[in-house]
């Protein structure tokens, strides 16, 4: 039997290795450290590393796969082939090398269009119509690696990225378990990308949630669509920040940046249409409705408060 190190970090890799635990051996687990979480900063485990202590797989959270011990763990496990699912990490030439069947990688998007940390977030940013997932053989570039298969998945009006990451999930699970039979045997020939085709998603940043409305409201809404869950789209407001998990668009010309109610709910003017904000979060507090919001903040439309500021 083929021995597999798997390495993954989010919840859009629990299922890339689940599906290799019941059909294949997985000698080890690769995943990043415990992170803090919320207020407290207490550390928490991503899911994989959750997922592996509930199968009682071996499991190391290098911080740096670089390290000297994390590469010696990775000879003792001695794999036939290492399979990868957002794993955060950059696989260096050593690696790679390492097993005699390569690494492939379950990637978010059509390759080569969205190469980089966040595939999912910017197919959603450029109002793409679909996406998808591609398992490739990885090489020393950002994910320039040849195609063994690829399938294709419709973005739906009202995706997020949280809810677009999770169907993309399952499909990767599906295709990899389609493809790497036909790997393993043989049987599936890899295809070059074409580079000139390329397009790149650089890693997200908390500050890349901020609203700018000197843009389009619908190009807006997708920006809110993008970065929820995280980083969390978000304006200014009350010395603070007031996150936007869901939004709107409506025709209007309101002046950009200027706060008013449309429709019973808080809204920002934009350089084309009326972006509605239909649920928020004020610092500190729990999501809700905008209309609840509202009850509670009625001098959001005020004059002398109207500007949405950016910082």
């Known amino acids: 039997m083929t021995r597999i190190v798997f390495m993954g970090s989010p919840d859009f890799a629990v299922p890339t290795l689940q599906v290799l635990a019941r059909h294949h051996e997985v000698i080890g687990v690769v995943t990043q450290p415990d992170r803090g979480s919320g207020r407290g900063r207490t550390l928490k485990p991503p899911p994989i590393k959750t997922l592996a202590d509930e199968l009682g797989l071996n499991v190391i959270q290098p911080e740096k796969l670089r390290l000297p011990e994390a590469m010696e763990q990775l000879r003792r496990w001695s794999p036939d082939l290492i399979v990868v699912a957002a794993f955060g990490q950059i696989l260096k030439a050593d690696v790679l090398a390492l097993p005699p069947l390569g690494c492939l990688n379950v990637h978010a998007s059509l390759l080569p269009r969205w190469r980089g940390a966040a595939p999912i977030q910017a197919a959603i940013l450029a109002g793409d119509s679909e996406t998808?997932?591609?398992?490739?053989?990885?090489?020393?570039?950002?994910?320039?690696?040849?195609?063994?298969?690829?399938?294709?998945?419709?973005?739906?009006?009202?995706?997020?990225?949280?809810?677009?990451?999770?169907?993309?999930?399952?499909?990767?699970?599906?295709?990899?378990?389609?493809?790497?039979?036909?790997?393993?045997?043989?049987?599936?020939?890899?295809?070059?990308q074409d580079g000139n085709k390329a397009t790149h998603?650089?890693?997200?940043?908390?500050?890349?949630g901020l609203l700018d409305f000197t843009k389009p409201a619908g190009e807006l809404v997708r920006h809110v669509h993008a970065f929820n869950p995280w980083p969390?789209?978000?304006?200014a407001w009350n010395e603070g920040t007031l996150k936007v998990h869901q939004a709107h668009a409506e025709t209007g010309n309101t002046p950009q940046g200027q706060?008013?109610?449309y429709g019973g709910q808080p809204a920002v003017g934009t350089r084309g249409g009326i972006l509605i904000l239909d649920e928020v979060q004020p610092a500190g507090k729990k999501p809700m409705s905008g209309k609840a919001f509202l009850a509670g903040n009625r001098g959001w439309a005020d004059p002398d408060r109207s500007q949405a500021n950016t910082f």
């Open 259 to 261: 706060r008013l109610v």
């Open 132 to 192: 998808g997932v591609t398992i490739m053989k990885m090489d020393q570039g950002v994910d320039t690696g040849e195609i063994l298969n690829q399938r294709a998945l419709k973005i739906e009006e009202d995706d997020t990225a949280g809810s677009l990451s999770a169907r993309l999930s399952q499909l990767g699970e599906d295709l990899l378990t389609e493809t790497l039979p036909l790997y393993l045997s043989g049987e599936l020939k890899p295809q070059p």
């Open 201 to 208: 998603a650089p890693m997200l940043k908390k500050e890349d």
């Open 232 to 235: 969390g789209a978000y304006l």
